[in-house]
């Protein structure tokens, strides 16, 4: 029996974990114009109840997330898992980053509290504005205690030597005493969400990957998933079978 079909039948208690971008929500040009796909907010909504726990992983802030999910029941673990009581970012730091974002074109910056993003999806060559993002941007990540995390046409600094989504993954499985595991996700933090759950399953832990495929979904998240599908249509679609 594959994995997939072995969660589905499991009767212990377990747990349904999911990204928000990329994997609930169409890929947008500014994060304040993504929606959750049509039927997601059903599907999930089924599995509250029938699952120890739903929960959304996500690098959003936990009042962006109650606001794009809208569905009673389900976990929040915003800003990648960290305490969104974390101490914020001085103004000194995001000033600093700004400068740099304004030297980028089509950079834009987002402040989360104890970390900000810096988005270039408008930038008229990415790969350009990529690079000269995480050039600069290092120093100052260095500087204040912070890393650069890259993802979908972002880069993101966040606090150095901090457990990111593998944190947040193994609290709730710990919290909510899981002995099975589903996580979906798309991009490069997912990555680390999937490392937890082969730690899990060391363990003994049922676990099952799923890499929600894009057009900028990372090689490495597909290659390591157990699971792939197309789109945030198509993980409506393996969640409507749970």
């Given at each position: 029996m594959d994995r997939l079909a072995s969660f589905r039948t499991w009767e212990g208690r377990a747990g349904v974990l999911l990204d928000f971008d990329g994997t609930l929500s169409p890929i947008v040009a500014k994060p304040e114009l993504a929606r959750i796909r049509d039927g997601a907010r059903d599907a999930i909504a089924r599995l509250v109840g029938r699952y120890a726990v739903v929960a959304i992983v996500s690098g959003r802030t936990g009042d962006q997330l109650r606001d794009l999910v809208g569905v009673d029941g389900v976990r929040l673990a915003a800003l990648y898992g960290l305490a969104?009581?974390?101490?914020?970012?001085?103004?000194?730091?995001?000033?600093?980053?700004?400068?740099?974002?304004?030297?980028?074109?089509?950079?834009?910056?987002?402040?989360?509290?104890?970390?900000?993003?810096?988005?270039?999806?408008?930038?008229?060559?990415?790969?350009?504005?990529q690079g000269a993002l995480a050039a600069r941007l290092a120093p100052?990540?260095?500087?204040?205690?912070?890393?650069?995390?890259?993802?979908?046409?972002?880069?993101?600094?966040?606090?150095?030597?901090?457990?990111?989504?593998?944190?947040?993954?193994?609290r709730i499985v710990e919290e909510e005493r899981l002995d099975a595991v589903l996580y979906a996700g798309d991009d490069v933090a997912d990555l680390h969400a999937f490392q937890a759950l082969d730690r899990l399953a060391e363990r003994g832990v049922r676990t099952v990957k799923v890499a929600v495929h894009g057009r900028e979904t990372p090689e490495a998240l597909s290659d390591a998933a157990d699971v792939v599908v197309d789109g945030p249509a198509g993980l409506v679609t393996l969640l409507r079978g749970l």
């Open positions: 969104e009581g974390a101490t914020p970012l001085s103004s000194g730091v995001l000033d600093a980053v700004r400068s740099v974002a304004d030297g980028v074109q089509g950079a834009r910056v987002e402040p989360k509290g104890g970390s900000v993003a810096v988005h270039y999806r408008a930038a008229e060559d990415a790969a350009t504005a100052i990540a260095g500087a204040a205690g912070l890393e650069l995390l890259p993802g979908k046409m972002v880069i993101e600094l966040v606090p150095a030597g901090r457990p990111l989504k593998d944190g947040a993954v193994d």
